[in-house]
């Protein structure tokens, strides 16, 4: 599974990215950006979202 970001959705607000164990989340133009060769699939990113910006795949 990899974490989709769904940037419509995303509000900026970097709680994935401090979350993030694996620090596989960047911020590009306001918006979370996953780097799937990174992500260790744990779904932290998915819990901590407050707008549901991201989900699993």
């Known amino acids: 599974m990899v974490a989709i ?6 509000v900026g607000c970097e709680s994935c990215v401090d979350e993030c164990p694996s620090e596989a989340i960047t911020m590009e133009d306001g918006i979370a950006i996953i780097d ?5 699939d744990c779904g932290t990113c998915v819990d ?10």
């Open 48 to 57: 901590v979202c407050p707008s549901g910006a991201i989900h699993m795949e």
């Open 5 to 10: 970001v769904d940037a419509d959705l995303c």
């Open 36 to 40: 799937n060769d990174k992500c260790v």
